[in-house]
């Protein structure tokens, strides 16, 4: 179990060692190489601002939005929500200045579009430095799948039944297009044009896909960007959020109220379009890079270790086969099948608990109160509810003209070791009230 939440973290600032399939033409490390010194602003993966905070051992502070202030006060507790970062309050780094406490990039776009809401700061005094080891959603496949297995008696024979069956009849329809994966991953290149565009095809029957189109675009944008406010920010220690989010929003219609990655899946054609409309030098090498990068994460959050991508197909396969083959894919598959059934409101917390558990045991262990987005360092952080070792301090705030965050009212409130309820987490639900993960 620990060593599954241990290969679900990356630790940017070392060389990776994580297993992974034979037969792929580049390994994990040699990305982790051209990444960080091949790109402009590659250097910021072990060097950001983030990353230094952490294992500095020195307070950390962390801004968090919410529009529930009165029931917190009311309550006195504070709990974690799902999401990329598992079971965490869900936060942006603030770094303190003299004349007030600065909010990261990410911070100051949830300040700016999120008015209806009201701003906590929290300082959090750690016992040591923290590990900078993050969270990477991506490569929790397994954990999903060990928590399915574990749970299932919560479902219904027909629930499970259903989901079993849907979750092959998705691979059964993406089938050609995830061997197309692993061909590109193994040295048989698919052309660029020829591959978004069958990328974007997929990604309905296949939401996971979406997801890591998203990912990998988000990176491709953060390390390449040459912009004047991309460089101003990477001279704070910050990755550029702003670029991203322009993406999702001009790709996706409604993202900006309901943040749903299982819809991202934009064509050659239109990715080029929003990838000018960003920044007009990045576009000629992002198909490319969309190939490549999207191939090699594929191979290496869906398969097993012990298989080889050389040889391995989706075609024909039994869910318990691969599940024993393809772990990682077939939990995400699982995962997102689950928050889209019926009852899913009422089983909730029986799954998603489960892992919270586990998350905080983990982090408890290695000495993490403050998780990150290890799938990148975007600045992405949270809070771990159940560390016993940090003095945490929690504050409103007000937001002065030029920006800065100024605690004005200390609160008497408590972390509590449980998830929300699913009714509070607003922002993964759609117009239904159930929890969005793709479209059936």
């Known amino acids: 179990m620990h060593a599954e939440w241990d290969n679900a973290h990356t630790d940017h600032t070392t060389n990776p060692t994580r297993p992974g399939p034979a037969g792929l033409t580049e390994t994990e490390a040699d990305w982790r190489s051209h990444l960080e010194h091949e790109t402009p602003n590659g250097w910021l993966l072990r060097a950001n601002a983030t990353t230094e905070s952490l294992v500095s051992g020195r307070p950390i502070h962390l801004m968090h939005t919410t529009v529930a202030l009165d029931a917190i006060r009311a309550s006195g507790h504070l709990y974690a929500s799902t999401g990329c970062l598992v079971a965490v309050l869900y936060c942006a780094p603030l770094t303190p200045e003299l004349t007030g406490l600065r909010p990261h990039n990410l911070g100051s776009y949830l300040l700016e579009t999120k008015k209806h809401t009201r701003t906590l700061v929290f300082e959090i005094t750690p016992d040591a430095p923290v590990p900078p080891k993050g969270i ?5 496949g397994t954990v999903h799948l060990r928590t399915y297995l574990t749970h299932r008696s919560f479902l219904t024979e027909h629930e499970d039944a259903q989901l079993r069956q849907t979750a092959l009849r998705r691979i059964e329809a993406a089938a050609l297009f995830l061997d197309t994966l692993l061909a590109n991953a193994t040295g048989t290149p698919t052309p660029d044009t020829d591959f978004i565009d069958q990328l974007a095809a997929t990604v309905p029957a296949f939401p996971f896909l979406g997801y890591l189109y998203f990912e990998v675009l988000s990176e491709y944008l953060m390390l390449h ?8 920010y990477a001279q704070l220690g910050e990755m550029n959020n702003r670029l991203y989010k322009q993406l999702a929003f001009s790709a996706v219609q409604g993202m900006d109220k309901l943040f749903d990655l299982s ?32 191939s090699h994460l594929f191979a290496g959050v869906a398969l097993a270790p012990s298989q080889d991508a050389t040889s391995f197909s989706f075609h024909r396969s039994e869910f318990d086969v691969l599940a024993e083959t393809a772990p990682g894919l077939m939990g995400q598959l699982v995962f997102r099948e689950l928050r889209v059934i019926d009852r ?14 586990e998350a905080w045991a983990y982090w408890n262990t290695e000495g993490i109160p403050a998780p990150f987005n290890g799938t990148f360092p975007k600045g992405e952080i949270g809070i771990n509810p159940a560390y016993p070792r940090a003095n945490c301090v929690v ?5 002065c003209e030029r920006g800065l965050l100024h605690p004005v009212e ?18 993964r639900r759609d117009e239904t009230g159930k929890a969005v993960g793709h479209r059936r």
């Not at 504050?395 to 937001?399: P, R, S, Y």
């Open 263 to 294: 819809r991202f899946n934009p064509g050659h054609d239109h990715l080029l379009e929003f990838i000018g409309q960003i920044e007009t030098g990045l576009t000629a090498g992002v198909a490319y890079y969309v190939r490549e990068r999207l």
């Open 225 to 232: 960007s040459t912009s004047h406010e991309t460089k101003a």
């Open 410 to 427: 200390q609160l008497d409130v408590k972390f509590l070791p449980r998830l929300a309820e699913l009714s509070m987490t607003a922002m």
């Open 136 to 140: 990477d959603y991506l490569r929790l």
């Open 344 to 357: 899913y409101p009422q089983l909730y917390l029986a799954f998603e608990q489960a892992k919270a558990l």
């Open 395 to 399: 504050w409103v705030a007000e937001i």
